[in-house]
């Protein structure tokens, strides 16, 4: 299923939102919350094409057609 993930990117200095999945090819997605007590998130992000982790992240899913 595809999903918008969103959060505050601290190297772009705003909100930003990604298209991703949780599975691609041998890659799988995985969320913890690290020492400081952030939610994260790593996901493939389907228009970069590659992993991507997400701090703080609100996630809204998509039916694919």
């Given at each position: 299923m595809t999903k918008y993930i969103t959060w505050y990117v601290k190297s772009r200095n705003k909100l930003d939102v990604f298209i991703g999945v949780d599975e691609h090819e041998d890659f799988q997605s995985k969320k913890?919350?690290?020492k400081k007590g952030n939610s994260c998130?790593?996901?493939?992000?389907?228009?970069?094409?590659?992993?991507r982790t997400a701090?703080?992240?609100?996630?809204?899913?998509v039916q694919n057609v």
């Amino acid at each position: 299923m595809t999903k918008y993930i969103t959060w505050y990117v601290k190297s772009r200095n705003k909100l930003d939102v990604f298209i991703g999945v949780d599975e691609h090819e041998d890659f799988q997605s995985k969320k913890w919350t690290d020492k400081k007590g952030n939610s994260c998130y790593n996901f493939w992000d389907t228009n970069a094409n590659h992993p991507r982790t997400a701090v703080n992240y609100t996630i809204r899913e998509v039916q694919n057609v």
